[in-house]
């Protein structure tokens, strides 16, 4: 069991940056590898971004190329979500998921974060 806890949501201006933080807890969370989903009001699910066990092989949405990082760091059992330059259709909620297989279908992750609400004004 991984145990996971999403911070650093909030209120941001169009252009701005905000850094999404995913604490773990239970099971070594370096046994997993970690992604970032989001989810807007009336959409499905959509994946972020997503990072390996040991921090390489990431990969990113189109839509979040270029201005997002993804990270972690296994000895604090903690994962971020560097975002920059923020657009108004960023706006969401963000999840942390994990599981034993990497991949960018949400329905494959067992463990999820309850999550945490990015709002992007114009």
């Known amino acids: 069991q991984v145990q996971l806890v999403e911070s650093g949501g909030g209120l941001v201006q169009a252009g701005g940056s905000l850094r999404l933080s995913c604490a773990a807890s239970?099971?070594?969370?370096?046994?997993?590898?970690a992604a970032w989903f989001r989810q807007a009001p009336g959409k499905e699910r959509e994946f972020v971004a997503e990072v390996g066990r040991s921090g390489g092989g990431t990969y990113f949405a189109d839509s979040v190329k270029g201005r997002f990082t993804i990270s972690r760091d296994n000895a604090k059992n903690t994962m971020y979500l560097q975002m920059n330059s923020l657009k108004p259709e960023d706006t969401a909620v963000y999840y942390c998921?994990?599981?034993?297989?990497?991949?960018?279908?949400?329905?494959?992750?067992?463990?999820w974060g309850r999550g945490t609400q990015v709002t992007v004004s114009s």
């Open positions: 998921a994990a599981d034993r297989a990497i991949g960018t279908d949400y329905v494959q992750y067992t463990y």
């Open positions: 239970g099971r070594t969370f370096g046994s997993y590898v």
